[in-house]
């Protein structure tokens, strides 16, 4: 089946690109997912109609995940937690502790989007970095001191 790519997926292409896959990869995930687009004669035509809409999508999405970063990147997050005398902490810092820091101060960021390997459990400073968009990524600073 050849389809039209509305979205980058990954290993099979970028976006606007016209792509032949299976039947069913294409009506069980692409199609649903609204990554892809059959590719008929009428949409081949409006190929370039559909890639400038979705150049004006992303535009504005960028430019708002530009300024979401520049504020998440001017904030500082300050946890004081018991720690050992080694330094190592009893509990944790994780993503719903920067997820509901930043959601006090008015930036909602999905948790799954905070790009935290695992949670911090030393004291320190660390740079915890926010995916917001494909090419835009904030890094928020959390300093991890003792209560």
């Known amino acids: 089946m050849k389809i039209i790519l509305l979205d980058d997926v990954p290993k099979l292409g970028r976006r606007g690109e016209v792509r032949d896959v299976s039947d069913g990869y294409a009506r069980n995930y692409l199609l649903p997912q609204k990554l892809a687009l059959n590719a008929t004669p009428a949409n081949l035509k409006n190929l370039d109609t559909i890639k400038a809409r979705q150049d004006s999508q992303t535009a504005t999405l960028r430019a708002a995940a530009e300024a979401q970063a520049q504020a998440i990147e001017a904030l500082t997050f ?70």
Do not use: C, M, N
């Not at 030393?122 to 494909?134: D, T």
């Open 78 to 147: 300050a946890q004081s937690r018991q720690a050992s005398d080694e330094g190592r902490l009893f509990g944790s810092v994780g993503r719903a502790d920067v997820a509901a820091f930043l959601g006090q101060h008015g930036l909602e960021v999905e948790r799954r989007r905070i790009a935290l390997e695992e949670p911090l459990k030393a004291l320190g400073q660390f740079s915890v970095p926010i995916r917001l968009h494909g090419d835009v990524t904030a890094h928020l600073k959390v300093i991890v001191s003792r209560e």
